[in-house]
């Protein structure tokens, strides 16, 4: 089966090869050392993420040193919410499509979600331990992210518990989809609400609310944050696929042993 | 054009139908409105010794005690609904039935809605009593209604979804609460806003119109992958 499905793709690609040599090259390029590459990319990133959340930006004025925290914590929340969407995406995809590839597309990105997710949940803990002086409040942002962190967990325990059937498969999509509906509203909380967390810094279609130089250093981090994201997601689903598979060649090997 | 009417007529006959059906077989059994009944009134006496109630936090402290009474309740009963369905399997001889499935979900949900809402037409006046509030007026309906529609909108739709596993007792209330909170919320603070007015409060009862709307419709749709076996 495996063997099939990468027979096809090397047709496609010496297909695209006879058509446009240069796209062929470039993307068995991309197959052989694209991961590298990614790899190489998000390390350097991670260092320029460093230097310029510690040296590069500016301290700022009343939260003092602490502020420093917001170029990992915007990145990880960022992160969440797109791991998030694509787990709507790949569960739709997978109930309309039926594509086991979709469900595993989207129980990746839960994961990654909810492991990023907790990560915004301490980041934002510390931050608001030496600015608030609190590790928690109940304000509705923190509040809502929580519940995002509880919904994830939920469809994560869904999956555990149902494991990989087509009917635990099709449950998990249905939860991924209606799970998505906090995530809006942890995003616009801040505008709806009045909040004590500070407000969006980079709202959709408005003007930057920060200085030059931390909007760079937040750009940065953005950026690798999203490139660790692409890398985390890719070697995830691989593993997901790897599990998948031996645990089918498992059940077929007990069947054949039973025979 | 007739064809299109002929079946939204048939769609509506079936969901009184099916609704009709599920209420029976409540009135018959008394299972289901006995516990739930006992459950909500019991919830409010713990609540009054959990919190220290007190004439100057009854307003604050009541809302919140109401609405978790509602919603152990409703979970309980929609719970122990979906288990009778699976071991006694009316759900899968309704399932053979040619009804589309997002008719049988929706009927699933106001079914529940008039069993909840009957136990909370009960529960309400003896919270107003116990807890000594004005809260038996008007203007708490269309609070109940929406708050109830979006518990049961949930409920429904994830009762059936963990039925289907192994762990089922488990998974449905760590699946429900975590959605049902945004219906809290919004129903608790309604209903604080009517017994202690704030003025520019945000529209509560419109956030939980607008849940309750966007829930009912995204699960009308997913609800056939749900059932389906």
């Known amino acids: 089966m495996q063997s099939v499905i990468q027979g096809s793709a090397k047709g496609r690609l010496d297909d695209i090869t006879r058509r446009a040599p240069v796209v062929g090259a470039a993307l068995e390029w991309m197959r052989r050392y694209g991961e590298l590459a990614l790899l190489g990319l998000t390390t350097l990133g991670m260092m320029l993420t460093i230097w310029a959340a510690f040296i590069y930006a500016p301290t700022e004025l009343v939260e003092g040193p602490v502020q420093r925290i917001f170029y990992v914590h915007v990145p990880l929340a960022w992160i969440s919410y797109l791991a998030f969407f694509f787990v709507l995406v790949g569960s739709a995809l997978y109930l309309w499509r039926r594509d086991e590839r979709w469900d595993a597309f989207a129980r990746v990105n839960a994961e990654i979600g909810t492991v990023f997710t907790t990560l915004v949940l301490i980041s934002g803990s510390l931050w608001g331990r030496a600015f608030w002086g609190a590790w928690w409040v109940w304000d509705e942002r923190l509040t809502t992210s929580l519940l995002m962190w509880f919904i994830y967990v939920g469809y994560l325990a869904l999956r555990t518990y149902t494991g990989r059937t087509a009917q635990g498969a099709r449950a998990a999509a249905v939860v991924g989809i209606l799970g998505f509906i906090v995530t809006p509203i942890n995003y616009m909380s801040v505008k709806w609400w009045r909040t004590l967390h500070p407000d969006q810094v980079l709202p959709l279609g408005g003007t930057p609310q920060l200085p030059a130089s931390m909007i760079v250093a937040l750009m940065i981090s953005l950026v690798t944050f999203t490139l660790l994201y692409v890398l985390l997601t890719t070697e995830v689903y691989k593993l997901e696929r790897a599990q998948a598979e031996a645990e089918r060649l498992r059940v077929d090997v007990e069947l054949g042993e039973l025979e | ?229």
């Open chain 2, 1 to 229: 054009m007739s064809m299109r009417t002929t079946g939204a007529r048939l769609a509506w006959d079936q969901f009184w139908a099916i609704i009709w059906k599920d209420l029976r077989s409540e009135l018959r059994t008394r299972q289901a409105w006995m516990s739930m009944g006992l459950f909500a009134l019991l919830a409010l006496v713990v609540f009054n010794f959990a919190f220290d109630l007190r004439v100057e936090n009854l307003a604050t402290v009541g809302p919140g005690a109401l609405w978790i009474a509602f919603i152990f309740a409703s979970i309980l009963g929609l719970a122990r609904n979906i288990t009778v369905e699976q071991d006694r399997g009316p759900m899968d001889r309704l399932l053979i039935a040619p009804v589309d499935r997002s008719v049988v979900y929706l009927a699933k949900v106001i079914g529940n809605v008039i069993v909840i809402s009957v136990i909370e037409a009960v529960a309400l006046p003896v919270f107003a009593i116990l807890y000594n509030l004005p809260i038996v007026q008007p203007a708490i309906a269309p609070i109940l209604l929406l708050g109830t529609l979006g518990v049961a909108a949930v409920g429904t739709q994830f009762a059936a979804l963990a039925a289907n596993t192994r762990a089922r007792e488990l998974l449905t209330p760590l699946l429900i609460f975590p959605l049902i909170v945004p219906v809290v919320i919004g129903a608790v603070r309604a209903t604080e806003a009517l017994l202690t007015p704030i003025h520019g409060d945000a529209p509560w009862l419109g956030l939980l119109a607008a849940f309750d709307v966007i829930f009912l419709s995204v699960s009308a749709i997913t609800f056939q992958f749900v059932v389906e076996e």
